[in-house]
């Protein structure tokens, strides 16, 4: 026994050698002990089970052990319900043997189980965002939060880039206002591009702080390719691949599980589906049979990509190429445990997604990965906080507001004018009532928020207006689209891997009845599309196709498709920049811009340019390209390399004059925001207008040869 092991509490040390069977930490733990006890803000970023929430856990437990810290010593964050639920089990694993208690708080959770007793508050709450705000606004439950020394944030990349992560670092603000001390923050995630950044960004203005990260050592990994454009006998071929295996198939949206789920059905055992609009008991249930022994299959989205355990499986599949490198380096390692290589199996539907999943596995294994980008003008959690206050209260001073706001940092890039100009309008547009120095609570925020005693206040997320489905016995099965449940009154469709019949519905309460239904092919649908491939990934793909080849030991077959896709392309693309192309075209000669930067860069790009080439010109974008028609004369394509390079040299303003505002309803409480407030959120934060502008002052712009190689 050495190293941090020997240091450890008596009764900690025989749970880890007793129950588990360690007689030493792994490196990752002894150096999270280490800058935990330290009293740092910490990040342990970690591949999938690397040991990165033993290693969050272990110095929390000793600490509250020999320190005999009462009541909630820690709070544990999940961006999911069903994380939560995955991980009680390991937390009792390590809590209960030492005599501390652990407690799960949130929406799935009954009402009853989520109270305590005076005095009889767990050691260890598990909840989420959500929840936590819901917990504050409880007055007698909530005084048990100033007992909070640590904080463990699980999955933090799932945060970052989103509302949510915003209303993370304001909740983790407050807790340290109602403990009155600095809580120690523990983030805990997968691989990102910028860790020290995101740990600056979970830690905030408070100094002390330390990132583990570990090198990732080589190992052998397994891949296999099938490229198959015939939609039956491409899932033909994803059932020979599953069959007899431990499988987890990602796909990249709730549809597409529901679509493949009903081609693989009968022709795979034990086959389950997994999405965030299925019921939790579908879901447990899903996770469950595939703990057992024997094959078994679930089709997933990204719910199963972050923490949850799943066990040892055989193999990763992919039903085309994820999104992002962190994404594939996450489900990559669901496979791979207990001594055996990660195995990846992608079945794709022609070459151009061999060409992209290609780019992403030569980019893990480059270790590019994506970095974060957090929000800067978080307009809309302002309001949120603003109306929560007035929740809290229901009449309030605008000194206090102003005051509650002042000390959280991330609003700290607001200047209280705006504040108090956001105040004057909630004022004059009727979201608050003005008695005086007094605030209330209006009837505009009554009718857009009020409703079941304000619950809508507790998530900045905004609902996609989904219908309950629940069977005539009060079973529910998930959600259901609100566009697909008025477009298919009536009809069947498939959902949780089953047939149902849409009987009734109640717009009033978003609720529907459904029956078990025939066989069918109606295809099931939510709002909100793919995002596109990240720019990582895009600019591999360019990579490969200015090589004309791919450094991956592929076979010939392979080789020889990716090697079509470049022989495609006119000579002298480079590995970077900005590549215009004039070519025929099915409507006449068009110019092309081949970009390779991800569909958002793509499409503010593709705005600016109809703007600087003004008339009639019109322009589509995809991932890789941006397209022009509609120009005239007989230099096209040089009077749009002459607008890039102009916005080689442009600024922030020039850029964002071109660019449309979103409609306020894009944000939960984008109708209380002033609208050129909204317009400021929108080219800081959902355009990135500034990255943008930075990263065209360093591309290059070429023109190419007009027409194809070989005319």
Not at 86 to 95: C, H
Not at 406 to 418: H, K, Y
Request: with cysteine; proline share 5%; net charge negative.
């Amino acid at each position: 026994m050495s190293g941090v092991f020997g240091e450890l509490y008596e009764s900690l040390q025989q749970v880890l050698a007793y129950r588990m069977g360690w007689s030493e930490l792994r490196e990752v733990q002894e150096r999270t002990y280490r800058a935990v006890t330290a009293g740092n803000d910490v990040m342990v970023i970690a591949p999938t089970a690397g040991g990165k929430t033993e290693a969050g856990l272990i110095p929390v437990v000793d600490s509250i052990l020999k320190n005999g810290f009462p009541g909630v010593a820690c709070v544990y964050i999940s961006p999911l319900k069903a994380l939560i639920n995955d991980q009680e089990d390991r937390f009792l694993d390590f809590a209960l043997p030492t005599g501390l208690e652990v407690l799960k708080w949130h929406g799935d959770v009954p009402k009853g189980d989520r109270r305590w007793m005076d005095g009889e508050s767990p050691h260890f709450l598990m909840i989420t965002p959500e929840s936590l705000e819901v917990l504050m606004l409880e007055q007698e439950l909530s005084k048990d939060l100033k007992n909070v020394r640590f904080v463990i944030i699980d999955e933090v990349h799932a945060f970052v880039e989103s509302e949510r992560g915003v209303h993370l670092r304001v909740l983790l603000e407050r807790l340290d206002r109602i403990s009155g001390r600095n809580v120690q923050r523990i983030g805990l995630s997968a691989t990102v591009g910028n860790p020290e950044e995101i740990l600056s960004w979970l830690s905030g203005p408070r100094g002390r702080r330390e990132l583990v990260q570990l090198p990732v050592p080589a190992r052998e990994k397994r891949f296999l390719f099938v490229t198959e454009p015939d939609d039956k006998m491409r899932m033909e071929a994803l059932a020979r691949v599953v069959t007899g295996k431990k499988a987890l198939v990602f796909v990249n949206s709730r549809s597409d599980a529901e679509v493949v789920t009903r081609a693989l059905r009968g022709k795979v055992e034990h086959l389950s589906v997994h999405h965030s609009s299925l019921s939790p008991e579908i879901r447990s249930a899903a996770e469950e049979a595939f703990s057992k022994e024997g094959s078994a299959c679930i089709i997933c989205t990204s719910t199963l990509e972050l923490g949850i355990d799943i066990g040892d499986l055989d193999i990763v599949v992919q039903m085309s190429p994820p999104n992002s490198v962190s994404s594939f380096l996450q489900r990559m390692g669901r496979s791979g445990r207990r001594g055996k290589p990660p195995f990846v199996a992608s079945i794709l539907k022609d070459p151009w997604e061999l060409l992209i999943m290609v780019a992403v596995i030569e980019c893990a294994s480059r270790k590019e990965v994506e970095r974060l980008i957090p929000d800067t003008l978080p307009y809309n959690v302002l309001l949120q906080q603003i109306f929560l206050e007035l929740c809290r209260t229901m009449r309030t001073s605008r000194a206090r507001i102003l005051s509650q706001l002042a000390w959280l940092s991330p609003f700290s890039g607001i200047a209280r004018e705006t504040i108090e100009e956001i105040l004057s309008y909630l004022v004059l547009q009727e979201f608050l009532i003005s008695d005086g120095d007094l605030l209330m609570p209006g009837p505009a925020a009554e009718k857009l928020y009020g409703q079941s005693n304000w619950k809508d206040l507790y998530s900045v997320i905004k609902g996609g207006g989904e219908f309950r489905a629940v069977t005539p016995e009060g079973e529910t099965v998930g959600r259901l689209d609100a566009r697909f449940v008025a477009s298919r009154a009536g009809s069947s469709f498939s959902l949780g891997g089953r047939n149902w019949t849409l009987v009734k519905s109640d717009e009033s309460h978003n609720l529907v009845v459904v029956v078990p239904g025939e066989e069918q092919k109606s295809k099931v649908f939510w709002t909100g599309g793919q995002s596109g491939y990240s720019p990582v990934i895009c600019r591999a793909v360019q990579r490969i196709l200015a090589r004309g080849d791919s450094v991956l030991p592929l076979s010939e077959e392979d080789t020889a498709a990716i090697g079509a896709i470049a022989g495609q392309l006119p000579p002298g693309l480079k590995a970077k920049g900005l590549h215009v192309w004039e070519h025929p075209a099915k409507s006449g000669t068009e110019v092309s811009v081949l970009a390779f930067r991800g569909r958002n860069a793509n499409g503010i790009l593709a705005t600016v340019l109809a703007g600087l080439l003004g008339g009639r010109v019109k322009t589509t974008y995809s991932d890789f390209s941006i397209d022009i028609q509609g120009l005239k004369g007989e230099d096209r394509a040089e009077r749009v390399a002459d607008a890039l390079r102009h916005l080689t040299g442009s600024d922030p303003g020039e850029v964002a004059s071109y660019l449309p505002t979103p409609p306020p309803e894009h944000w939960k409480f984008g109708q209380a925001i002033p609208e050129h407030l909204v317009r400021e959120m929108a080219l800081a934060d959902s355009y990135h207008v500034q990255e943008f502008v930075n990263e065209m002052h360093h591309t290059r712009v070429v023109l190419l040869q007009p027409g194809f190689p070989d005319e």
